[in-house]
């Protein structure tokens, strides 16, 4: 089989963001956009993947890990340099190299292994992932000849008029002949509008050399979004949420406000969980079936068992067990486990505690550092006082006790059954 390599270009500053946060590290969904672009790339079962870093090289480094070999790209002159970089590890193999830029984050491994597909049984030495863009302002323009065969590609700086009203544009991800890429390489300059080394110009130095080079057209403009500007940034994220919920609608999820609704690209939902507008699902949640999670609530990193509620509340690294009530207006900060039928309501704050089977704290209380067992009951405005100005300390409850309103546990304190 032909060997297949990727390079990830990712060395860019992100001047258009106008942040100091490196383009390909902001998160789409919670997730770094760089690692949206290496997570697709798994599936395709690469013998090597190089991604060029420049710009917060160190950062993008420790984001990526061991998903990738590193080249440095000091000055960022274009993208074809920055390909050129990868030459030390890749110019001598022979095989097809897969190209994708660190900040189109949606395009999906099928659109890449049909990408590389249409490429290899072609015989192309290029073929381009082009798509038609409702709005092609930004992009590279692909011209084609009469015979409607790809001759080159041009950059919105450079194009003249006529090509600007071409809609056919270039996503920045290619499949090249390997070796094709590297020879070609050595001929780009920078002779533009922007000055730089055009990857781009690759297009036409092959076609002058009469080589075959194709375009691979995908339908689906939102999936090759290039992330400029904080504009696009957010309209990828509307995409990657649509698709996020569909599939989870798909697989038997109820999502009564998708527009409204964020869950992340870890998250694990079964089957007959509802979820009403205003819900934020992150990290690697875990939503058991007939939960019923919002109205206006923010769950991550959390277990909630089957046929719990959740309702506008805020519930971070913690265990929730089955048919357990939270909310309205519960804070439930990380550590905290809630066994089955637990009830926690209308301003309680818990942290580090363990509630027992069907233990109720229904008004008003904090409950901090805490063992408690079950059937315990909490009265209205109960306070585990944990912290004396230095020290946490434990309150430890055992099963069935009752707890008067306005009750002051000053820890460390034990309470038998
Ligand atoms: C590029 C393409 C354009 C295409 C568009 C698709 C070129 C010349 N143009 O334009 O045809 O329509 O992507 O989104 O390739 N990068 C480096 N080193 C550099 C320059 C860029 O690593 O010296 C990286 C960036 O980090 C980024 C990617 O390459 O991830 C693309 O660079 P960017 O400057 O965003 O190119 P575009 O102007 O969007
Ligand atoms: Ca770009």
Known sequence: MVKRFAVVLAAGQGTRMKSNLYKVLHPIAGRPMVLHVIDQLKSLQ???????????????????GERSEFVTQEEQLGTGQAVMKAEGLLGNLDGTTLIVCGDTPLITDKTYEALIEHHESSGAKATILTTNAPNPTGYGRVIRNEKNEVERIVE???????????????????????????????????????GEYYLTDVIEILKNKQEKVEAYLTFDFDETIGINDRIALAEAETILKR??????????????????????????????VTIHPGTIITGSSVIKSKAVIGPYSEIQNCTVGEGSLITQSVVKDSVIGKNVN??????????????DEVRVGNFVELKKASLGKGTKASHLSYIGDAQIGSNVNFGCGTITVNYDGIKKHETIIGDDAFIGCNTNLIAPVTIGD
Request: with cysteine; net charge negative.
């Open 46 to 64: 690469l013998d090597k993947t190089t991604t060029v870093v420049g710009y917060g090289a160190e950062e993008v480094i420790s984001v990526i």
């Open 326 to 339: 939270v909310g309205p207006y519960v804070h439930i900060r990380p550590e905290t486990q809630l066994e």
């Open 156 to 194: 919105e700086a450079d194009a003249s008029n006529v090509e600007r009203t071409v809609q056919e544009i270039n996503t920045g991800t290619y499949c090249f002949d390997n070796r094709a890429l590297f020879e070609a390489l050595k001929n780009v300059s920078n002779d533009n509008a922007q």
């Open 243 to 272: 698709r996020i919920n569909a599939q989870h609608m798909r697989n038997g999820v109820t999502i009564i406000d998708p527009e409204n609704c964020y869950i992340g690209p870890d998250v694990e939902i079964e089957q007959d």
